[in-house]
């Protein structure tokens, strides 16, 4: 059986009673059963791994305001334009069609230019827009949509602009987070303009795919114009793909984002001012942490920070010593966490901000990799204090933020004794051929149809 609704055997019946039975005490985004088997499905009908999976997403999406994001938060300008994704039309099973300009992506730009958190919640934003597109579509239709059809452009793909570590690991952690928190929600993904070199990388990143998803990839070949319009009629379809719709504007750029290189100007700077050969760098061993105290000896003085990991996230966070007396020693209880402890994917994306010290004092910078118990953490870092009254090099915000200089965060701008809650954010070969191809685990030469 399918494990979809009107096709469920007596045992996927039974899971489906009891993972509804077991989150009756929570308020659920959805509450039919298309939601909860969407949920099964993901974890083989497994109710427990289901219902650990529900609950974890119900914290994500405090944690990142998904029931009003649509409404309460906008992205950074250089997302806007330069993330090149979209929506338009539909498929011919009156699916609608979501648009990932891969190949015209800047990995490195977007390194350089853009915060960890805002990216992860620009998919949150697009995942909330496709939840609202399935109602849309569902009440159009008179039938139930709660599938999308993604085309990937992978024009323009490159290892010199693709083969790039951090947008490797960005790739990763994107991929977690949408199969942890919106499963299930890919019809087809129909990938177009796919080129040579395109099995080699798609190799390096396979691995974060679930099976299920990975088995929805048809890639087309040369004629892929004649192959989409199988999936997607004419009307429906921007010219550029060999459709009818949006001319003269053949990539229909009111709807999608066709992306390309990030110009300098939306470039941070604070890490590329400081290479790692410049920056102090310890280890920090798996099950333990490192403190490192700073004096300040003016209220108003700024601490300034960025670091970065070789490899893997660590958690950070300042506290502030009671009392100006260094003692190596001291309970956590006699010290006042200023900055939070939270872990950071400075891996990724480099990790810089800011704390106004309103009074002197002993401030102890802390890295944290006690929740480690495998991997230990080489870290570089750079701490400078400004004093009082030096002019900062970007303004302070509103929200008492500043708007990082880095090639990676916007840096946080902290007060002591008026910081900011903890946010944590959490995951084939195929090949182009002369034919359509289609499955988890192809290879060159396999000609696989529908």
Request: glycine share 6%.
């Amino acid at each position: 059986m399918s494990g979809h609704v009107g096709d469920l055997s007596p045992a996927q019946e039974e899971a489906l009673r009891k993972l509804k039975a077991s989150l009756s005490d929570v308020t659920l985004p959805e509450n039919d059963d298309y939601f909860f088997l969407r949920w099964l499905r993901a974890v083989k009908f497994d109710v427990q791994r289901a219902e650990d999976r529900l609950r974890k997403h119900l914290e994500f999406r405090r944690e990142f305001g998904a029931d009003t994001i649509l409404t309460d938060w906008s992205p950074p300008e250089v997302l806007v334009k330069y993330f090149p994704t979209g929506f338009f039309g539909e498929d011919r099973d009156g699916h609608p069609v979501y648009y990932d300009n891969v190949g015209n992506l800047d990995p490195r730009g977007l390194h350089r230019s853009s915060k960890l958190e805002d990216i992860v919640k620009l998919k949150v934003m697009q995942s909330e827009m496709w939840q609202a597109k399935f109602r849309e579509f569902t009440e159009q239709k008179g039938r139930k949509i709660e599938t999308i059809t993604c085309v990937i452009d992978m024009e323009n793909l490159s290892f010199h602009r693709h083969y790039y570590r951090p947008g490797i690991n960005l790739f990763s952690e994107l991929s977690g987070v949408l199969q942890r928190n919106y499963p299930e929600r890919n019809h087809l993904i129909l990938v177009v303009k796919a080129p040579r070199i395109f099995p080699a990388l798609y190799n390096l990143v396979k691995h974060f795919i679930d099976e299920n998803t990975r088995s929805k990839i048809v890639i087309f070949g040369a004629n892929w114009k004649e192959e989409l319009l199988q999936y997607i009629s004419p009307d429906q379809l921007p010219q550029a793909y060999g459709g009818t719709r949006c001319e003269p504007d053949p990539m229909c750029t009111n709807f999608i984002t066709v992306g390309g290189d990030i110009p300098p100007e939306y470039y941070m700077t604070n890490l590329t001012e400081t290479s790692k050969e410049d920056m102090e760098s310890v280890v920090v061993s798996r099950g333990s942490s490192y403190e490192r105290e700073f004096t300040v000896e003016l209220p108003e003085t700024v601490i300034r920070w960025e670091f970065i990991t070789s490899d893997h996230d660590i958690s950070f966070g300042w506290y502030q010593k009671s009392g100006t007396k260094r003692r190596r020693f001291l309970p956590m209880t006699e010290m006042s966490e200023v900055v939070p402890m939270k872990r950071k994917n400075s891996h990724i994306i480099p990790e810089s901000g800011s704390l106004l010290c309103s009074t002197a004092g002993i401030y102890v910078m802390k890295f944290d990799n006690s929740y480690s118990w495998t991997r230990s953490k080489e870290v570089f870092y750079s701490v400078k204090l400004l004093p009082p009254d030096t002019e900062l090099s970007v303004p302070l915000m509103a929200a008492e933020e500043i708007v990082e200089e880095g090639t990676g965060e916007e840096d946080e701008f902290y007060e002591c004794g008026d910081c900011p809650g903890d946010q944590t954010t959490q995951g084939s070969d195929l090949s182009p051929g002369d034919q359509t191809t289609q499955g988890s685990d192809l290879s060159p030469g396999d000609q696989t149809t529908q």
